[in-house]
């Protein structure tokens, strides 16, 4: 029934001290202004276009910070749900999203947070690739790097289901480990996958190595 992207971006920055979500991008910072860049959107602009490519739809999960993402998701093609109360925790914004994906008639999702750079074309193709090859006993795929797993990760129906039956206070990662016999980790050449970017030193240190 294909598959509907989700972007987590319902945070409040509060240690960047700016919406994550509308830092530009690709990163536009003194150490890279001499470099030969592309025009600059912004990380949830980026995380949009990325998971287009792939998905049926976006769909951006805002908190209060909803009017300010509303025009750039709105550009962009992207649905909009607002988490209520995102003061519950992220895990509750991912239950926002999900429930707006199945209202949306999709059982699949390609998840992501707003604070990481997008992964590479080909990393999203090669999640897709194993998420669609997978066997009926695997209910997602997700991606890992130099050991760490990353994001987006790619989930069937078996496990959204999983995850709109926890409780609004529970952890993804913590249900993701209960269930890693049904998990695909997939080891990928794409260091963008496990990058936070929480702070300005984090923005900054990705604008002296940004590379397109």
Not at 50 to 62: K, P, Q
Not at 74 to 94: D, I, M
Not at 107 to 130: E, H, N, S
Request: aromatic residues 6%; hydrophobic residues 45%; neutral net charge.
């Amino acid at each position: 029934m294909g598959i509907s992207g989700v972007i987590l971006a319902a945070g409040e920055s509060t240690r960047m001290g700016r919406d994550k979500a509308l830092l530009p991008w690709p990163p536009q910072t003194s150490a890279n202004l001499l470099k030969p860049l592309p025009p600059a959107g912004t990380l949830l602009s980026a995380a949009i276009e990325a998971l287009s490519r792939y998905c049926d739809m976006a769909i951006v999960v805002a908190g209060k910070n909803e009017p300010a993402l509303r025009p750039v998701a709105y550009a962009c093609g992207a649905f909009l749900a607002q988490n209520p109360a995102p003061e519950r925790g992220q895990f509750s914004s991912l239950q926002t999203g999900l429930h707006e994906v199945m209202n949306r008639g999709r059982d699949a999702a390609m998840i992501t947070l707003v604070d990481r750079p997008p992964a590479k074309a080909a990393t999203l193709q090669k999640l897709v690739d194993a998420f669609e090859a997978r066997d009926r006993n695997a209910w997602a795929v997700v991606p890992e790097f130099e050991g760490k797993h990353g994001h987006p990760i790619l989930i069937g129906r078996e496990m959204i289901e999983l995850f709109l039956r926890s409780a609004a206070t529970a952890n993804a990662r913590e249900i993701e480990h209960a269930n890693q016999r049904k998990i695909v980790y997939l080891p990928v050449d794409d260091s963008r996958v496990t990058v936070n970017i929480n702070t300005q030193e984090d923005y900054a240190r990705l604008g002296s190595s940004f590379e397109i």
